[in-house]
């Protein structure tokens, strides 16, 4: 078989074979070692073979998205409209029509080709990375940058990030249902060869790209990336992005549908009334199209794409990556957040600050942080015996071993990763004179079991001298179970298990991590792979305290989360005393009984299935929590009444965040499960970037209302408008040309500047939404009402006393129309804000809305003095005097819609009160 690397486009794919090659064949074929590449070579090959990517979404195109606008009902029938005029020899109507057509075509297209650009560029905030080894070094790199030949690292929470022939693994669980649709955990061993290549589904010795760990460790070697996977011969099948709608915009699509048709019976009525009044059919026709379009909203779902897609671009700007744009809805609704601790609450840097030997005063650690340059010292600050020292140089050598993470130096700086207690343990070796690269070389690896989180432990067996020794790492609960004994300053002695648990209890008050270290000779009952019975009889070396910092932002964001009637739950796998000295500097409980330990929910389990409120519903800190427990707390959170947001790191915390109401996963330690199941990413693991969140997520919630309330409202008012003019016996108020212009230079500009609003500073001081609220509710449609009647019914008494004054019906049609264009300049400034006054506002908080209101107001005064707008809008100019009269008429629905809110605001008060009474 050809090398892939000598010819990989006309070779057979050696993803394909790998599986019935041995380990040295399969790296032989790649020209690779298990030192994994050279950078100098990953570079050479990344040029020669392409970046480790699958198709994407199509560039948008901009001629399609503009065809795109014409492919509506509403602009067929002004098509149709358009024809007409053409056949009736109505040359300006028809070329006004078009022209109407064309710039709606265009304001559109800008529209969407804005919000979809959006759209794509947000998947640049989510980069994969995945863990290399290249010059003997474990690195992590963009997935992208993967070429064949590299040695990956696997462990539970990855998405593979390419095609590989397991080299080692350790308990390791792959869902493919991806490639192969079944939903079964898949168990990989890499030592089984198989006697020929296989389909997907039986190569048990292959991992593949886009699949993902549910559990274990692996090394593996890259066979094959991008195109060349598995995944990229059926990307466009499985991967390929569908033009999927937001859930709210679908519901506006039907919300305009019913709005149609309730208009279109209305428009109808209208016509038949209008064919008694004696009218002609073609104006008849013409009336009744341009009413149609100019009432119906068809412009509100692409202006709600707009909005949501700059409230995402906003939540980007603020560390929040929204996946699915259901969150941007739903975090309005949020009752509680249930929150991890570490890196979230705290800054995610612990350090060992004090090692604990057995019936021994603290040893302190100097130093901080990641940096390596520190000592052991007495409590009373002398230096450590030689004894001392013995005893922390086995400590150390535990540390390093049972470890999996990486610390040294780069380019004259000290650089790690892994998991952050494990980097915790190699910085505190190191200052204890132990470094894990020495302790592997004179001690070889026999065995391991890496760390899971449902164990809370991790363990290593190494030859030492003539025997095989584990060392154990973890919580000091399970190791207590572990130990029968303990290293002393006098020697080897029984474990004192009274001295351990008031050792470590103390420690988890005073607010420590606490790990414990443990060693013993053993027989491994199988030598690949160590099971909890090989782990008895070990001698107990120390406890070790660890702190990791709190945010100085997360106090505050709490006390944000409870104004804005939003509580919040810390989960934790800290020890409960731990849990608690941790929330009190939170502010999160008050009591040591809102604390519940995972032992607990065992115990009510019953509780958490019969919706009993008291325990779980009070509890503000949930500790020693099983990663499978997380699922139960969110349950039992939303059988009480919460509509619930859970944050997630691990590959366990995906159920949680798949059954929350929103999903929220770490950006930083996050796995690319939980990523891939949440429904927003945190960069910066903050939590109180969840709050800001929170915060823009109300704002964009709030402008897509306004919208609706200006689109809805101005509508409505047409309909008034020709209607009473029809009761009356008076000619139609507006003609077809007149009603599109004024679509034209309102709705078109206006209902997408509000989408810019900004916050309105009190998002966080109203209570959550009910997720039963419609969003067309009846405070909007009261407005809708009263907006209607009085921009309609003045307009309307407008054009009757300019017709009784003696003014020409087209002088009357002239002043209604620039009325309505004034009225509807009003009213966009009176959607700003559904509680607050007008006069509360910066007029220049939202520029786009102050320019694009002067803007129509500017077009439609320039197309009085143009003369062929003139002509063709039947309108002329006016004098000044005049126009402050119909501005100052227009200031009606101002006075009004204040006095509404003023109004209501009472109201709203009173209750309050009355309820508080009550």
């Known amino acids: 078989m050809n090398s892939p690397l000598k010819n990989q ?64 009902p509403f602009i067929y029938i002004l098509l149709a409209a358009a024809f007409i005029s053409l056949l009736l020899r109505e040359l300006t109507d028809a070329a006004f029509i078009f022209t109407i057509l064309l710039i709606n075509a265009v304001i559109g297209c800008i529209q969407e080709y804005g919000a979809e650009k959006s759209a794509i560029s947000l998947r640049e905030f989510i980069p994969e990375y995945a863990h290399v080894i290249r010059d003997g070094e474990a690195l992590e790199i963009n997935a992208d940058q993967l070429v064949p030949g590299d040695i990956i690292l696997l462990q539970s929470g990855d998405k593979i990030p390419a095609d590989t022939r397991l080299m080692t693994s350790h308990d390791l669980q792959i869902d493919e249902s991806l490639l192969t649709g079944e939903s079964t955990p898949v168990t990989k061993d890499s030592s089984i060869v198989l006697s020929e290549p296989a389909l997907v589904a039986d190569q048990l010795n292959m991992s593949f790209k886009g699949t993902l760990v549910l559990k274990g460790r692996a090394e593996g070697v890259v066979t094959a990336t991008g195109l060349r ?77 707009v909005a949501l897609a700059i409230g995402v671009r906003r939540m980007a700007k603020r560390s929040v990556i929204v996946r699915r744009l259901l969150a941007v809805e739903a975090l309005g609704s949020c009752t509680m957040i249930a929150s991890d601790k570490t890196g979230t609450l705290t800054v995610n840097e612990i350090t060992a600050v004090q090692i604990i030997l057995p019936n021994e005063t603290p040893i302190l650690l100097t130093g901080e942080g990641t940096d390596p340059s520190g000592i052991p010292q007495c409590f009373d600050g002398m230096d450590c015996s030689l004894k001392q020292m013995e005893l922390l140089s086995r400590v150390g050598l535990a540390a390093v071993i049972a470890n999996e993470g990486f610390l040294g130096r780069r380019n004259h ?29 004179k001690y070889p690896e026999v065995a391991v079991m890496p760390y899971e989180s449902e164990n809370r432990f991790s363990a290593a067996a190494h030859h030492v001298d003539s025997n095989i020794v584990v060392y154990v790492k973890g919580a000091f609960e399970e190791l207590a179970l572990m130990c029968s004994s303990m290293d002393t300053m006098s020697g080897n002695q029984a474990f004192d298990r009274e001295w351990f648990e008031n050792e470590a209890t103390r420690l988890a008050k005073a607010g420590f991590r606490v790990m414990a270290l443990a060693a013993g000779i053993t027989e491994l009952k199988d030598e690949k792979k160590i099971s909890v019975k090989d782990l008895q009889n070990l001698t107990f070396l120390a406890l070790v305290a660890m702190i990791d910092p709190l945010r100085p932002e997360a106090k505050n964001a709490i006390k944000a989360c409870r104004q804005a009637g939003i509580e919040v739950a810390m989960i934790t796998g800290d020890h409960p005393e731990t849990a608690y000295s941790i929330s009190q500097q939170l502010d999160l409980a008050t009591d040591p009984s809102q604390v519940i330990t995972g032992a607990d929910i065992r115990k009510i389990t019953k509780e958490l299935k019969n919706k009993q409120q008291d325990s779980i519903n009070n509890a503000r800190v949930f500790a020693r929590v099983e990663p499978q427990q997380k699922l139960d707390i969110v349950h039992a959170m939303q059988k009480n009444g919460h509509y619930v947001a859970v944050t997630g790191d691990g590959a366990n915390d995906a159920p949680a965040l798949r059954a929350a109401h929103v999903g929220i996963a770490m950006g930083k330690r996050g796995s690319d499960i939980v990523k891939e199941t949440s429904d927003m990413i945190i960069t910066d693991d903050n939590f109180a970037s969840i709050v800001s969140g929170l915060e823009e997520g109300r704002v964009a919630y709030a402008n897509i209302r306004k919208v609706i309330f200006l689109l809805i409202s101005a509508g409505a008012a047409e309909i008034v408008l020709v209607t009473l003019a029809l009761l009356s016996g008076l000619p139609i108020p507006l003609f077809a040309v007149q009603l599109l212009w004024l679509n034209l230079v309102t709705n078109g500009i206006q209902d997408i500047a509000l989408a810019f609003e900004p916050a309105e ?42 017709i009784d004054a003696g003014y ?111």
């Not at 074979?17 to 050279?38: F, I, K, M, P, R």
């Not at 200031?891 to 209750?911: D, H, N, P, R």
């Open 808 to 918: 020409s019906v087209e002088q009357a049609r002239n002043f209604t129309l620039l009325l309505m264009v004034l009225f509807l300049n009003i009213q966009a400034f009176n959607s700003r804000s559904e509680t607050r006054s007008i006069f509360n506002h910066n007029l220049f908080g939202n520029p786009f809305l102050l320019f694009g209101t002067i803007t129509a107001q500017l077009v439609h005064i320039a197309a009085m003095y143009t003369p062929i707008l003139r002509d063709v809008l039947h309108i002329q100019p006016v004098s000044i005097n005049q126009w402050f009269y119909l501005l100052s008429m227009s200031l009606t629905i101002l006075l009004v819609i204040e006095a509404y809110k003023f109004i209501t605001m009472k109201q709203t008060k009173y209750s309050n009160q009355k309820n508080q009474l009550s």
């Open 413 to 441: 700086s000290w650089v790690h990763h892994g998991d952050t207690v494990d980097v915790a343990m190699l910085v505190m070796a190191h200052k204890l004179g132990v470094t894990r690269t020495k302790a592997i070389e």
């Open 761 to 802: 500073g009190d998002e966080l001081n109203k209570a959550p939404r009910s997720p039963q609220e419609k969003i067309f509710n009846k405070a909007m449609l009261e407005k809708v009402l009263i907006s209607a009647f009085v921009i309609g019914g003045l307009a309307f008494l407008t054009f009757r006393f300019s």
């Open 9 to 72: 486009h006309s070779s057979p794919n050696l993803s394909q074979d790998a599986c019935a090659l041995n380990l040295n064949t399969v790296l032989s074929e790649l020209n690779t070692t298990h030192s994994g590449l050279s950078q100098k070579e990953a570079d050479t090959r990344l040029a020669r073979f392409g970046r480790n990517v699958l198709p994407q979404t199509k560039n948008i195109s901009l001629i399609l998205i503009f065809i795109r606008q014409f492919l509506d």
């Open 229 to 305: 996977t598995q995944l990229g011969q059926i990307a466009e099948a499985v991967i390929v992005d569908k033009d999927v709608k937001p859930p709210l915009v679908a519901r506006m699509e039907s919300f305009t549908i019913n709005i149609a048709i309730a208009i279109g019976i209305t428009v109808i009525l209208i016509g038949i009334a209008m064919f008694y009044q004696g009218h002609a059919m073609q104006d008849i026709f013409f009336i009744v199209v341009a009413l149609a379009v100019a009432a119906i909203p068809e412009g509100l779902p692409v202006a709600l794409t």
